[in-house]
């Protein structure tokens, strides 16, 4: 550019931003090269506050946390909101509140829907419009980006054109109007008020290859980009190539982590970062969480998947660790032998690694989220359940909490029912969600509740009829002693049992099963039943002991009663 270019250019620039007195060498100053170890990342999880917080968006913001985490770096919260049209209220509230929730509270950054930490700051692209301005007018200055004065009739006309002679739409070539407007007619019409706004001057060809290292994907190549694309728009904001590129630099981030759906984009941000005289940063793009729809696979969905919103595995109770755990089985291939080896490990022991990340998308498996949760969960002490339940059913299920909380020491016995001094612990809760469905015989309002929804679910037969089920009951109430051993429990049932007629020893009943009313376990069932209206449960005796004599007698009776 020759000097009296670069004095026009400097006059055009002073005309856009007449206010505008600080340099990029000012920021340069303020927001200094970051003083951690060599190797340490600088991430950032960067949402735009369009909704809720997406499974997706938190298996990204989980990458960012572990990558800071693993090499001492930092990993902060930056809110995208330059398209102020699509911001939904509360939504900062709702991201920052549902990344606590999972343990992934930035270092730096947004923090609350009001408060940010970190001197990197503001971390609300909103509130660095100044920044912006700095660098939309250090572009205009150096030539490389001018006002667009195209209004979007002018801009339609051109959609229209590309689309008939079929070519790829954008401002660019022959389509860039305002490109080649000389400089001091764009100072004449800026001075008029002329509406405008600014572009970015791409040095760019669609014929000419680049190519950038992908943290996670390894070279990839890509036409260069040759789009003059917005840069500050009409509402004084910049769009979100803009904002990204000027905001990583100056926020120091080593590595950019997001959705592969940005991967086309790279071309425009090398091709910017250049032109600010930004070294780029790495760029990872992490897979997406896909579904099934039919045969195919496609992006879990805002609209269409209730799983897409994170608030859904909180309210079915899963706890969060197993979401989070889950979420380590896609971040990287080898986790889950890792997993096998390290049963009891913490996930913090586990070394990510980037080119272990898989490019594929990865299909949502609610079945392995169960199994992992399931397994997980087993593995509570009863104290820890009953915490995490009373927690989940304060807030989700009412009903469940009053029972639970009613009398603290015998909630803890019937979870540990489950777990203690068993040799096989059950793996039967997934997530809190389930407990009524399990426990609910344990608590007299639950069971009661039960019986009147659905009835007692005895079936009757031929061989096994109303009566031998009320005789069985009746013989069970007289014989039952609360003070029986186990063994001695055990015992009294078979007696009972054969009294009625069933057959207790299992080799004969098979041999000639039509000589009896069952056996044992169909006696056994009777009793389960009257208990537990279930068909499974854990060790009947076990559960009578925890109900205690009156009670035990009650459902016996109704159970009696009622058939
Ligand atoms: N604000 C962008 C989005 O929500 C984030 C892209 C990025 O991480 O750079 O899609």
Redesign the pocket.
Same mark, same amino acid.
């Given at each position: 550019m020759d000097k009296e270019m670069e004095r026009k250019c400097f006059e055009l620039a002073h005309y856009i931003f007449p206010d505008v007195h600080e340099t990029v060498e000012d920021l340069e100053v303020k927001y200094p090269v970051r003083r951690i170890k060599k190797d340490a990342c600088v991430t950032?999880?960067?949402?735009?506050p369009?909704g809720f917080l997406h499974t997706g968006?938190l298996f990204?913001a989980l990458v960012n946390k572990i990558m800071a985490k693993q090499t001492e770096g930092i990993y902060f919260v930056?809110i995208?909101d330059t398209d102020q049209k699509r911001e939904v209220e509360g939504c900062v509230k709702l991201l920052t509140e549902g990344l606590k929730e999972f343990g992934l509270t930035p270092d730096e950054g947004v923090i609350s829907e009001n408060e940010e930490k970190g001197y990197y700051g503001p971390y609300t692209q909103s509130k660095r419009r100044e920044i912006y301005r700095i660098c939309a007018k250090h572009l205009v200055e150096k030539g490389l980006a001018y006002p667009c004065f195209c209004t979007p009739e002018m801009l339609k006309a051109n959609h229209d054109a590309q689309e008939k002679n079929k070519v790829v739409p954008g401002y660019y070539g022959i389509y860039a109007k305002c490109r080649n407007i000389s400089i001091d007619e764009s100072i004449e019409r800026v001075k008029a008020g002329e509406k405008f706004i600014l572009r970015f001057r791409s040095q760019g060809s669609h014929l000419r290859k680049t190519s950038f290292i992908d943290g996670a994907r390894g070279k990839i190549e890509i036409a260069e980009n040759d789009q003059d694309v917005v840069i500050i728009k009409g509402d004084g904001l910049p769009t979100?190539h803009f904002a990204?590129v000027c905001d990583?630099h100056f926020m120091r981030t080593t590595h =950019? =982590?997001?959705?592969e759906?940005?991967i086309s984009s790279v071309p425009i941000h090398l091709d910017l970062a250049n032109a600010m005289g930004f070294e780029p940063p790495v760029y990872v793009h992490a897979p997406l969480i896909l579904v099934k729809e039919g045969e195919s696979k496609r992006k879990l969905s805002k609209r269409k998947d209730k799983e897409a919103d994170v608030q859904y595995f909180i309210k079915a109770g899963y706890p969060v660790e197993a979401v989070i755990e889950y979420l380590y089985t896609i971040l990287n291939s080898d986790f889950e032998m890792w997993r096998n080896k390290n049963k009891e490990a913490s996930l913090d022991e586990f070394k990510f690694k980037l080119n272990k990340m898989s490019s594929a998308g990865s299909l949502l498996d609610m079945m392995k989220l169960n199994d992992i949760s399931k397994e997980l969960i087993s593995r509570m002490s009863s104290k820890e359940v009953l915490d995490k339940v009373l927690t989940w059913s304060k807030k989700y299920d009412e009903a469940l909490y009053e029972v639970v909380s009613k009398d603290l020491e015998y909630s803890r016995k019937v979870f540990a029912v489950e777990r203690e001094n068993v040799k096989k612990i059950r793996k039967d809760i997934i997530k809190w969600e389930d407990i009524k469905e399990n426990f609910y015989y344990f608590f007299n309002e639950l069971f009661e509740e039960n019986i009147k929804e659905s009835g007692y679910i005895y079936e009757f037969n031929e061989k096994i009829t109303k009566d031998i089920i009320k005789k069985s009951l009746e013989n069970y109430i007289e014989s039952y002693n609360e003070n029986h051993t186990k063994d001695e429990w055990f015992a009294n049932m078979k007696e009972q049992a054969e009294k009625i007629g069933f057959c207790t020893d299992m080799k004969m009943y098979k041999a000639d099963p039509d000589k009896y009313i069952g056996s044992t376990a169909d006696f056994a069932k009777i009793i389960r039943i009257a208990i537990t209206n279930k068909e499974n449960s854990p060790d009947i005796y076990a559960i009578m002991q925890l109900l205690g004599k009156n009670e035990t007698l009650n459902r016996f009776k109704s159970a009696k009663e009622s058939i």
């Open positions: 950032r999880y960067a949402p735009s369009t968006a990204m930056r995208e979100y990204h990583d =950019v =982590v997001r959705g759906e940005w």
